[in-house]
């Protein structure tokens, strides 16, 4: 008869082997419940220390990326190779999502070249060059119940 703890040991690793390859999930959605739910599953996290940070802003380009112009900031622990974080929207629309790896849970983006470049990536993983990217070619729209969209850390 196996033992306790080597019965245990086997149900774990099953368990573990069972999750491979899907996306950690946040247990609870973000926010005031509503009737449309935004799941952001963000891809290429390369590293379980700090935070993932995600910013939703509302479908107001002038708003974007600017302070005070954010909807809600949320935080997350990050889970390799995908996390999905989950929010609450305020109901159908068009948003846009900013998401960055807090590596050192400094509670900042930090990008520069003393502390290096932290990982980011925005909704519909607008090509990076020397700028961020326009409120246009990061909006989508949340059109239904649920909504996922997925975004792919850019590691620099």
């Known amino acids: 008869m196996k033992s306790l703890t080597a019965r245990l040991a086997g149900c774990f690793a099953l368990a573990v082997l069972g999750m491979a390859g899907a996306p950690a999930?946040?247990?609870?959605?973000?926010?005031a419940a509503s009737d449309t739910k935004l799941t952001v599953v963000v891809e290429?996290?390369?590293?379980?220390?700090?935070?993932?940070?995600?910013?939703?802003?509302?479908?107001?380009?002038?708003?974007?990326?600017?302070?005070?112009?954010?909807?809600?900031?949320?935080r997350s622990a990050p889970a390799r190779p995908a996390t999905a974080l989950c929010i609450w929207l305020p109901g159908p629309g068009v948003y846009s999502v900013a998401v960055y790896h807090d590596v050192n849970s400094n509670g900042k983006w930090d990008h520069n070249i003393v502390?290096?470049?932290?990982?980011?990536?925005?909704?519909?993983?607008?090509?990076?060059?020397?700028?961020?990217?326009?409120?246009?070619?990061?909006?989508f729209k949340a059109s239904g119940p649920e909504t996922t969209i997925h975004v792919k850390l850019i590691h620099k």
């Open 25 to 31: 999930v946040a247990r609870d959605c973000e926010g």
């Open 44 to 74: 290429d996290v390369r590293s379980d220390r700090g935070q993932l940070t995600a910013t939703l802003y509302p479908g107001d380009a002038s708003k974007f990326l600017k302070p005070g112009g954010a909807l809600r900031v949320w």
């Open 115 to 139: 502390k290096g470049i932290e990982p980011v990536g925005f909704s519909d993983n607008p090509y990076l060059a020397f700028s961020p990217p326009k409120f246009e070619a990061t909006a």
